[in-house]
């Protein structure tokens, strides 16, 4: 596709509910990272890929998020028990990285969650 | 560990007048920069990124910003504000292909 593309754009949940935020990024890009804004605030890593490798979650606030990209193209994140604080915009981006690469992400438009 | 700082979380010009958003880095490694842009409900679009080689950058929508090693900023800059460069802006910073480690974002207000 032209860009990274994520789904749903939006998204209520009530509390307790398991949610599922899917991210198609670039064609052919390699690296695939999700970031959580909240309101007013900076985004804040959660968790990178390298193709299906899962190279680093330690941004993941709790164990009630998970993420993965099994085949190396399409990631789902996804939160199990939502809580009021889940509540955020979560973003993907896509980068090449094909050595020598300037490493520039390409961000999605995001999913804005609500909890309720 | 690396960490930014963006001076002001609110900056107001009028239209025409020079934009100058402010941004310090902590980075123990030579740091790639970022400024990205954020419209209302949408993702974050790149606006100029400082690798390596010249330290002034320049960026899409007349926009530029010059790395400085030893004051440890990378500042935008902007001479003729427009309406639509209302928006919030992010400084971001990382160590190459790593995830990218934000400031808490300036909200630019263009007045008429």
């Known amino acids: 596709g032209a860009g990274v593309s994520q789904s749903p754009r939006y998204k209520v949940a009530k509390r307790g509910q398991d949610v599922a935020l899917r991210c198609d990024p670039i064609?052919?890009?390699?690296?695939l990272f999700w970031y959580q804004q909240a309101l007013g605030q900076g985004p804040e890593f959660l968790t990178y890929?390298?193709?299906?490798?899962?190279?680093?979650k330690s941004g993941l606030p709790s164990d009630r998020f998970f993420a993965e990209r099994p085949e190396g193209s399409v990631s789902t994140l996804k939160i199990q028990r939502t809580q009021q604080e889940d509540s955020a915009v979560y973003l993907c981006?896509?980068?090449?990285?094909?050595?020598?690469?300037?490493?520039?992400?390409?961000f999605g438009p995001g999913t804005r969650l609500t909890v309720t | 560990a690396q960490s930014v700082t963006q001076l002001g979380s609110h900056v107001s010009v009028s239209e025409g007048a020079l934009v100058l958003l402010r941004c310090n880095y902590s980075?123990?490694?030579?740091?790639?920069l970022f400024w990205y842009v954020q419209y209302p409900n949408q993702g974050l679009q790149l606006l100029l990124k400082?690798?390596?080689?010249?330290?002034l950058v320049k960026g899409i929508n007349g926009f530029e910003a010059e790395f400085k090693k030893s004051e440890t900023s990378f500042h935008l800059t902007k001479p003729s504000a427009h309406m639509s460069d209302a928006a919030e802006y992010f400084c971001?910073?990382?160590?190459?292909?790593?995830?990218?480690?934000f400031g808490k974002g300036t909200r630019l207000s263009v007045i008429a």
């Open positions: 971001a910073v990382s160590q190459g292909n790593t995830p990218l480690v």
């Open positions: 064609s052919g890009h390699v690296s």
């Open positions: 400082y690798t390596t080689g010249a330290t």
């Open positions: 980075s123990s490694v030579p740091p790639y």
């Open positions: 890929f390298q193709n299906e490798a899962q190279l680093d």
């Open positions: 981006a896509s980068s090449l990285f094909a050595g020598g690469s300037s490493y520039e992400q390409y």
